[in-house]
């Protein structure tokens, strides 16, 4: 596994925040552990943006409420 820059680790972190806020009370522990995972493995990849991050985020988002509906 390769070590994470820290402007990549702050770009997820922003962006999961951002995600969460659209979840009722910023989402439940399993929620947010399932988009950032998807961060994770998305930036694991090289995908480090604040914009590439916040596909992968929107798209993670997408597969949890279609989960839930």
């Known amino acids: 596994m390769?070590?994470?820059s820290e402007r990549t680790k702050a770009n997820m972190d922003v962006v999961l925040e951002e995600t969460c806020?659209?979840?009722p009370h910023g989402g439940d522990h399993d929620s947010r552990r399932f988009?950032?995972?998807n961060l994770?493995?998305?930036a694991q990849s090289g995908h480090s943006?604040?914009?590439?991050?916040g596909?992968?985020?929107r798209r993670a988002?997408?597969?949890l409420t279609s989960k839930h509906s």
Do not use: D, H, N
């Not at 943006?49 to 991050?53: A, I, Q, S």
């Open 55 to 57: 596909i992968v985020a």
């Open 2 to 4: 390769t070590e994470l």
């Open 40 to 42: 994770i493995k998305a």
């Open 49 to 53: 943006t604040l914009g590439e991050l």
């Open 21 to 23: 806020r659209q979840l």
């Open 61 to 63: 988002l997408a597969e």
């Open 35 to 37: 988009i950032a995972e």
